[in-house]
């Protein structure tokens, strides 16, 4: 597209996004929100402005922070496009999208992406069957519909988030069979180093002490440093036993949550072929971003988690730092008024940073995790195992796109955002290279599937052409 339909266009309306859309509002700049969810929230704020009161206080203060900032765009001026699928996304920052079936294009000189973060897969044997979940789904499954999960309830993995899911399951009368943390036992002793810097950052310790005890109290068998878990069942999940403390266990469960901390989504970011780094703390790809979360693309921002895995309450700076390089760009701030409105933000941005280096390093993932046996699914698309992956390796495949050339893993519907993870890690200790230089899959539009009518019915509309269309329908 030539012409421009606005200043900025802001994809995924989680934490960075609504915040960015709101401050690049206020700068005066012409912005559009685009957002796959019916509603503003993203996945930790998911469903924030219909969720019945009973869930939101379940689900607690952190979750109904997002309350406001769903508030504040509505008043806005941003332009919302809730429903929205973006499907494309090409060089000169022309933006592809879905919405009732139709899809549409728009164009601005300024694009920030907030996709937000996913759950890293955790590939070991019997995760495919049914009844096993990422603890993060079931979470969703809260905040969307107010459902839990029936019969006795098994969680493993580790982070915060396995303990938080597992205390609000508790508190909305799940039935919670054990929690089995898989993050090993060194991790502790690594992670003491970050401590004091953790310590400047009370209300999370506090927070994560009281989720401990809460589950204490309640009588939940807890496992540390667990090794060797396995999913037994046939025709779906039934137990999960592993090691821990020397000794062989095993838990009956009819539904297992499953966990190993959340990783950027850089689907969009790969797709725009802007640079990356391995984090090999996180063991995860990270866009590189400047200080405005410009990427190595010229206008083209991100921020939040899909930069790095630092929360909701830093993405929400990081969103609005974006929206002022935007503005910059523009020409619609000074040096020194930007400058000035950044400073606060970029001070809460250094607070919530304080805690990370501790949290990463206590919920390391486990080696057996990103270097499973033979037998395990890697690529649950294609049913790839992680043996096939290293066959591919010994017959001379050098990265991840070899392989999927010649074994299909990573050639389904989800284009390797499951196992994309995976399949660099068990490469890079099989071919004897560093993840950097293995690298990781190509993605290719459509980043998600979309039925070929959309495709055909494709045209250069005008934002207000699109919300004409969605108000005759």
């Known amino acids: 597209m030539s012409s421009h339909t606005h200043d900025l266009v802001v994809i995924g309306a989680g934490p960075a996004g609504m915040s960015a859309a709101l401050t690049a509002a206020s700068c005066g700049l012409k912005t559009v929100l685009l957002d796959e969810q019916p509603r503003p929230g993203g996945q930790i704020y998911r469903n924030i402005t219909e969720v019945r009161p009973t869930i939101a206080a379940l689900l607690g203060p952190d979750y109904r922070h997002g309350a406001s900032l769903a508030a504040r765009l509505t008043n806005s001026g941003v332009e919302l496009l809730f429903g929205s699928l973006v499907w494309d996304v090409a060089r000169d920052l022309t933006v592809t999208a879905q919405q009732n079936g139709r899809s549409f294009q728009l164009h601005a000189p300024q694009l920030i992406a907030a996709t937000g973060a996913m759950e890293r897969a955790s590939p070991l044997p019997g995760w495919t069957l049914p009844g096993v979940l990422n603890a993060g789904a079931v979470q969703l499954a809260m905040k969307s519909a107010g459902s839990l999960p029936a019969g006795r309830v098994v969680l493993a993995g580790g982070g915060p988030l396995l303990l938080l899911v597992a205390c609000q399951l508790l508190d909305a009368g799940a039935e919670l069979a054990g929690?089995?943390?898989?993050?090993?036992?060194?991790?502790?002793?690594?992670?003491?180093?970050?401590?004091?810097?953790?310590?400047?950052?009370?209300?999370?310790?506090?927070?994560?002490?009281?989720?401990?005890?809460?589950?204490?109290?309640?009588?939940?068998?807890?496992?540390?440093?667990?090794?060797?878990?396995?999913?037994?069942?046939?025709?779906?999940?039934?137990?999960?036993?592993?090691?821990?403390g020397g000794k062989a266990h095993r838990l009956d469960a009819d539904v297992v949550l499953l966990h190993h901390g959340v990783v950027p989504n850089t689907q969009l970011s790969r797709l725009m072929r802007v640079d990356h780094e391995w984090d090999p703390v996180q063991l995860a790809w990270r866009p590189l971003v400047d200080a405005w979360g410009e990427t190595s693309l010229t206008g083209l921002r991100m921020a939040g988690d899909g930069v790095s895995?630092?929360?909701?309450?830093?993405?929400?700076?990081?969103?609005?730092?974006?929206?002022?390089?935007?503005?910059?760009?523009?020409?619609?701030?000074?040096?020194?008024?930007?400058?000035?409105?950044?400073?606060?933000?970029?001070?809460?941005?250094?607070?919530?940073?304080?805690?990370?280096?501790?949290?990463?390093?206590?919920?390391?993932?486990?080696?057996?995790?990103?270097?499973p046996g033979d037998e395990t699914v890697v690529c649950r698309c294609e049913e790839v195992t992680a043996g096939r992956i290293r066959e591919m390796a010994r017959l001379g495949c050098q990265g991840p796109n070899q392989t999927k050339f010649f074994s299909r893993c990573g050639m389904g519907p989800c284009q390797g955002r499951m196992c994309g993870l995976a399949v660099t890690q068990i490469l890079s200790r099989a071919l004897g290279k560093e993840p950097e230089e293995v690298g990781a899959y190509h993605i290719r539009a459509p980043l998600k599937p979309i039925p070929l009518a959309s495709i055909a019915a494709l045209s250069s509309s005008s934002a207000a052409d699109v919300a004409e269309t969605r108000e005759t329908r």
Do not use: C, K
């Open 309 to 371: 895995i630092a929360g909701a309450l830093a993405a929400e700076p990081a969103g609005a730092l974006a929206a002022l390089g935007s503005a910059v760009a523009l020409g619609r701030l000074s040096a020194e008024e930007t400058e000035s409105r950044a400073a606060p933000l970029r001070r809460t941005l250094r607070q919530q940073g304080r805690i990370r280096p501790f949290l990463d390093t206590l919920y390391r993932p486990p080696e057996w995790l990103t270097d």
């Open 179 to 244: 929690i089995v943390e898989t993050s090993p036992a060194a991790n502790r002793w690594r992670a003491l180093q970050h401590l004091p810097a953790a310590v400047g950052v009370p209300a999370y310790l506090a927070r994560g002490l009281r989720i401990l005890w809460r589950l204490h109290r309640a009588g939940v068998p807890m496992f540390a440093a667990a090794t060797a878990p396995r999913v037994e069942g046939s025709d779906r999940a039934q137990a999960l036993s592993f090691e821990a």
